[in-house]
């Protein structure tokens, strides 16, 4: 998507989209949402585009606390049976998230492309109350999407940087990886520390 070429309310519409579904629908777990968000912090920069900086930083996270919110409700109507016979794999590495970081995890999981998905719906499945969850899924999203909107706004004022936009998403791309390397990694030390303090309880590894 060349979200340079997109202007005003198309760009609204298509970002407000993608960061919605991806913060709590169970099929946005694979949408780009970082580089979106940088990528449209670019062009809000350009005084040619008709594009707010304001907009964008007070709609982007109202929209995807909204999108957790609806993974919240997923979650506690659906229930953990459903999710872990569809979604079994993200819903154990996710919760290993959770249940380490408690409801840090909902602002953390921000960073992590398939865990800001998820963590909203396991949020629900597990009754988390909703009070904290609240707190911790507006937290996340302001200092995420805000802050990712932001940085790529100041972004544009270095020399040469909105022609390197390309290499800079790819780079945002791989540092979401990263992040979900380091989750993996953190998930399965929780994994083993669980069999050496239970060694009758079945790993997920």
Request: proline content about 5%.
């Amino acid at each position: 998507m060349d979200i340079e070429s997109l202007s005003g309310m198309t760009l609204y519409a298509i970002l407000f989209a993608v960061i919605f579904v991806e913060s709590g629908i169970l099929v946005g777990f694979w949408l780009p949402g970082d580089t979106v968000l940088f990528a449209a912090g670019l062009v809000a920069a350009d005084p040619v585009a008709d594009v707010s900086i304001v907009v964008l930083a007070l709609g982007v996270p109202l929209v995807a606390s909204l999108g957790a919110l609806v993974g919240y409700l997923t979650g506690r109507r659906l229930g953990r049976p459903y999710l872990e016979r569809r979604h079994a794999t993200a819903l154990a590495r996710t919760e290993d998230f959770y249940e380490r970081f408690g409801a840090v995890t909902l602002i953390a999981a921000r960073f992590v492309p398939w865990a800001r998905t998820f963590a909203p719906v396991l949020a629900g499945a597990v009754s988390m109350p909703r009070h904290r969850f609240g707190v911790a899924v507006v937290s996340g999203a302001i200092i995420w999407g805000t802050g990712l909107v932001l940085l790529g706004y100041a972004a544009s004022s270095v020399p040469g940087l909105r022609d390197a936009a390309l290499w800079i998403g790819l780079v945002v791309i791989v540092v979401s990886v990263l992040a979900g390397v380091a989750g993996e990694l953190m998930r399965r030390r929780v994994a083993r520390l669980r069999e050496v303090e239970d060694p009758a309880e079945p790993s997920t590894i």
